[in-house]
């Protein structure tokens, strides 16, 4: 599942930002505004998935828990 | 007083550390007095002091005078060592430890201001935070600051030396702070486009860096979650965490194995460097040419500190990973040429010291070393000397004779320019700057060791 959903972000991040940054354009001396939003961006991303990575793990850990109570009986 | 401010330290308003009478102070201004209250008051402190990720200190009583609000006594560190020193393993520990830090003081309320490389060194062979006052209050909405920085250095010094080739390292002395996304990006090979983590933070991170370059894009009002920001860092940790060193094979690492000693000669050569060490101890001792670090380990014996220094990259890392295996602390590993040692670098040439300027040793080991500086690299005995009495008080060094088989094979498609290089010639040369306090040869070898103290 986890596989997946990074697949899925690449070709999303890949498609949508290399066609909007894909331009040529003169790197001045302040690349820190493009940092700084950037983060901004890629924050919402990682954010969401860290959170679902979070989720999962609790899910999984359930489910063992679950499964060696059955187990045991 | 004798107040003597480190060159290095001067671009921080919060402070800066200085030295008086032989020990190291760090002066907290006004200015940082509510941060420092909040660093001590929340228990991130001690919490990060208990896990062995940021340096201890003291507080010395002083009246607070003028702009001056306290002043800290920090624990020593016995070798400051450089990013570009260091091997891959130890840089992937400095960033992991740096973001763990960052990670940490965000759950107390706290963030790192600065991701900087120069922030870390390293005690009792782990990377610890040196810099007191890299913590900034959270601001709720705000992105990380330090975040271009640990991309421009950590992150990029570390891509390029998984990806392309270990000796990259040294590329850090000449960007000592921070190599360019875009300069790293046109660096590492097309495959890095399909790892995530190295697309995110350097690919398409410099090309927004383009972008925005010649534009002019006002302040955002878009703000970054505290959840986000923790997702941030986790994601630079996993990218960070499945990096593995580029090795090349190269004779190198397979140095003790294959050439040169027998058994007899291995042992007897060991008996003879604790021999000449003797009884006593020793507070810092420099191995020059230390290979994986058989040497040091035995140094480490009789030492407090043991600098391990070898101009192989893959040499190193080896000595590192079984130290860490044999949880040696004592021991710290660096890349170093001797025939090209670290200079002084940064503004005015004094930010960083250059390696003579960090010594010199109580005892430097030079064994297996000498037939690669005068037929390796053809530099005369008494240069070798010269050097050897500014970088050490004592020294064991190994005489490597022409008849050796190390030396056959250098010279095997070369020509022998070397009608100096004798043990004889050896001796003269070094007795301009040492006395010999003992000599042997080693069993079962035609090589000899010395015991030499400078005079």
Known sequence: MRISIHKICLILIWTILILYFARPANAYLDPGSGSYIFQLIIGILLGATFSLKIFWKKIIGKLRKILSSWRKK | MNKIPLSSSYRDPSGFVYQENGTIYRQINKSYQREYEQLLRT???????????????????KKPAKIIYKIIRPQ????ISYVYEWCFSQLREAALVTLEIHRRALKFGMVLKDASPYNIQFLNGRPV????????IYE??????????????????????????????????????????????????????INFGLLTHIHLHSLSQAYYASREPGVPRQKI??????????????????MKP?????????????????????IDKQKCVSDFLGPGR??????????????????????????????????????????????????????????????????????????????????????GLIHHLAIGNNIPFSKIAKFFKKITRKLIIEF????DIQIIKMLNFRKDIFPDYTEKAFEVDFQKHFKILRKKTIADSLRSLYLMETI
């Not at chain 2, 062995?52 to 009583?61: C, F, N, Q, R, S």
């Not at chain 2, 890349?335 to 250059?354: I, Y």
């Not at chain 2, 490597?400 to 008849?403: A, N, R, T, Y």
């Open chain 2, 43 to 61: 228990g991130l402190f001690t919490d990060l002091v208990k896990r062995g990720l940021l340096i201890p200190h003291e507080e010395i009583k």
């Open chain 2, 76 to 79: 020593p560190i016995p070798f």
């Open chain 2, 129 to 136: 935070l040196i810099d007191t006052l890299s913590f900034a």
């Open chain 2, 140 to 193: 709720p909405g705000v992105p990380w600051i330090a975040y271009r920085q640990f991309c421009e250095t950590f992150l990029s010094f570390l891509a390029l030396m998984s990806q392309k080739d270990l000796s990259l390292g040294l590329i850090l002395r000449a960007y000592i702070d921070g190599i360019p996304l875009i300069t790293t990006a046109k660096l590492l090979p097309p495959k890095t486009w």
């Open chain 2, 225 to 242: 979650s505290y959840a986000n920001l923790i997702g941030l860092t986790d994601n630079l940790t996993q990218t960070i965490t499945g």
């Open chain 2, 246 to 266: 580029h090795f090349k094979n190269n004779g190198w690492i397979n140095y003790y194995r294959d050439f040169s000693y027998s058994t007899k000669a291995m």
């Open chain 2, 282 to 367: 020793y507070r810092m001792i420099w191995d020059l040419g230390a290979n994986t670090g058989l040497f040091s380990r035995l140094a480490a014996k009789k030492a407090d500190s043991v600098i391990a220094f070898d101009s192989s990259p893959e040499a190193t890392e080896k000595n590192y990973q079984i130290n860490l295996g044999k949880q040696d602390d004592k021991i710290l590993p660096l890349v170093m040429d001797l025939t090209n040692p670290s200079p002084a670098v940064g503004w005015a040439n004094e930010e960083r010291m250059s390696l003579a300027e960090r010594g010199p040793a109580d005892m430097a080991l030079a064994l």
């Open chain 2, 400 to 403: 490597v004779p022409k008849k």
